[in-house]
């Protein structure tokens, strides 16, 4: 997220209402993809030993785009409310810095 490869995408409109999460076109990019489903899947990342549960120092949560125009049929943008859950907005809607 730091690095803009990742970020928030809206709200699944299932039970629990998960957050979702999406790439961006300056990951692909960076990467040479021309599309997501370029990407390794987990396995061949596991035995490549390139995935870690460990959270790099000083890793920061930059606050959503807004973006919806990407938003799946199944989604609903992010709002205040949301981001505050996220623990990205202080109560009251000021960006935690």
Same mark, same amino acid.
């Given at each position: 997220? @730091?690095?803009?490869?990742?970020?928030?995408?809206?709200?699944?409109?299932?039970?629990?209402r998960?957050?979702?999460?999406?790439?961006?076109?300056a990951? #692909?990019?960076?990467f040479? #993809?021309?599309?997501?489903?370029?990407?390794?899947? #987990?396995?061949?990342?596991?035995?490549?030993?390139?995935?870690?549960?460990r959270?790099?120092p000083?890793f920061?949560?930059?606050?959503p785009?807004?973006?919806? @125009?990407? #938003?799946a049929d199944?989604e609903?943008?992010?709002?205040?409310?949301?981001l @505050?859950?996220?623990?990205?907005?202080?109560?009251?809607g000021k960006?935690?810095e």
């Open positions: 997220m @730091e690095a803009g490869f990742v970020r928030f995408r809206g709200r699944r409109r299932t039970p629990g998960p957050v979702t999460m999406g790439t961006t076109r990951f #692909l990019d960076h040479g #993809l021309e599309d997501i489903r370029d990407l390794p899947g #987990l396995e061949e990342l596991r035995g490549a030993g390139l995935l870690s549960g959270i790099p000083g920061q949560i930059p606050l785009l807004n973006d919806d @125009e990407d #938003l199944d609903d943008p992010l709002d205040a409310a949301d @505050e859950d996220l623990g990205l907005l202080t109560p009251g960006h935690d």
